[in-house]
């Protein structure tokens, strides 16, 4: 069996039936072979960069026809350290995991088994979500308290908010997550994400104000880049600390886990190089005692897929990402649609990454170009 072609599908997640405001276009990856058997992947997108990252897997195509789908490992390691020059950048890290997420697909189906049975076996049979995608737009405490309210109703036991976008003082923010967690109640978890704010002491004020709220992790209270700042604060607050999805491959992680910065890591299987590399970083976490949380700013369809494939793998594992404003599309887009139910999603058993693509259904949520940010 060959590569016959690659193919990449740019595509706005936006629902036709509910005003979500999705500034973001997502890119699946289709890898076709001479004997008929595909693989879908997907590659992780920032606004205004997808048409890169689509370029890159362009470059990267014409060097994978007539190549065996089953040297996985072969490819990536010549993509990153051959193809970059060692002058890697997120566009090809991005372009590189989801041509390796179609590629476990294609060896999955081709052999009649899950892609994690391939890698070790599962560790669980149900991956636990956090639902994320619904606080946009939400401005008052009782906007956030409600929509909250309406997302626990859905079936997830742990959500995100994003309680520092509208540069409010940290007395303003601490009321808006103690007004949601009035609403949802105390069984429900709550991920505080900081959003790489740049003043650290704002960061470690709001911390200490919500103590008693019982939050379950804290992410990215200072930029991600600056790991001796994100150490410091967590030497300063009592919140389990979270980074890690703005960083690919194992390089990269390493300082994280020497420098005692974070209490659990988020990379994305989209972009930190794909479904090996995500299993080899959680397996570098493990001997620091530092958990993993797959970051999943993805499709529920293929994304998501490729991410219950390693969440499914790793002991360290805690918990992964779940977009409900991105849920009519992957309903679409896959035949056997993931159902979250009391807050987990059944892994899936079928052969690869467990989903089946409707690719005729991609013409319905068609790229967007958005007007140009101030800057």
């Known amino acids: 069996m060959k590569i016959a072609d690659v193919k990449s599908f740019l595509v706005h997640p936006a629902p036709h039936t509910k005003g979500w405001n999705i500034s973001k276009n997502l890119l699946l990856v289709r890898v076709e072979t001479d004997e008929g058997i595909v693989g879908w992947g997907e590659a992780f997108t920032l606004r205004d960069r997808e048409t890169s990252i689509a370029l890159n897997i362009g470059n990267l ?11 996985i490992q072969a490819f990536t390691q010549w993509a990153s350290n051959v193809f970059s020059d060692g002058r890697g950048a997120l566009e090809l890290y991005c372009a590189i995991s989801g041509i390796e997420q179609a590629l476990w697909d294609i060896v999955g189906k081709r052999l009649d ?22 606080t946009s737009g939400a401005k008052t405490s009782k906007e956030m308290a409600d929509r909250a309210a309406e997302v626990v109703k859905l079936g997830f036991t742990a959500i995100k908010l994003y309680p520092f976008q509208n540069d409010e003082p940290a007395t303003a923010i601490a009321k808006n997550i103690r007004a949601v967690r009035e609403a949802v109640g105390p069984q429900v978890d709550l ?9 650290p002491f704002k960061a470690i004020r709001v911390a200490r104000m919500i103590e008693e709220c019982g939050v379950f992790w804290y992410e990215e209270p200072v930029p991600s880049e600056n790991l001796d700042m994100l150490a410091e604060v967590r030497r300063s ?8 999805e703005c960083l690919y491959t194992r390089a990269e992680f390493r300082e994280v886990f020497e420098k005692r910065a974070a209490d659990i890591v988020n990379p994305d299987v989209a972009s930190c190089g794909g479904i090996l590399e995500l299993k080899a970083i959680a397996a570098m976490a493990e001997p620091y005692g530092i958990r993993v949380s797959p970051h999943n700013y993805n499709s529920t369809a293929v994304g998501l897929a490729a991410t219950l494939q390693v969440s499914a793998l790793i002991p360290n594992f805690v918990i992964t990402e779940y977009f409900i404003n991105f849920q009519e599309m992957g309903d679409a887009l896959s035949r056997d649609p993931f159902r979250v139910e009391e807050g ?21 949520y068609a790229f967007q170009e958005f007007p140009r940010r101030k800057w």
């Open 61 to 71: 195509t014409r060097y994978l026809i007539g190549k065996d789908p089953f040297c």
């Open 113 to 134: 088994t899950p892609v994690y049975n391939l890698l070790g076996g599962p560790c669980r049979d149900r991956i636990r979500v956090y639902a994320n995608g619904w």
């Open 191 to 199: 991920l505080i994400d900081v959003w790489r704010q740049p003043d």
């Open 237 to 244: 607050i009592s919140l389990p600390v979270v980074t890690g």
């Open 344 to 364: 987990y999603i059944r892994l899936p058993s079928s052969p690869g990454l467990g989903i089946d693509i409707n690719q005729g259904s991609l013409k319905e």
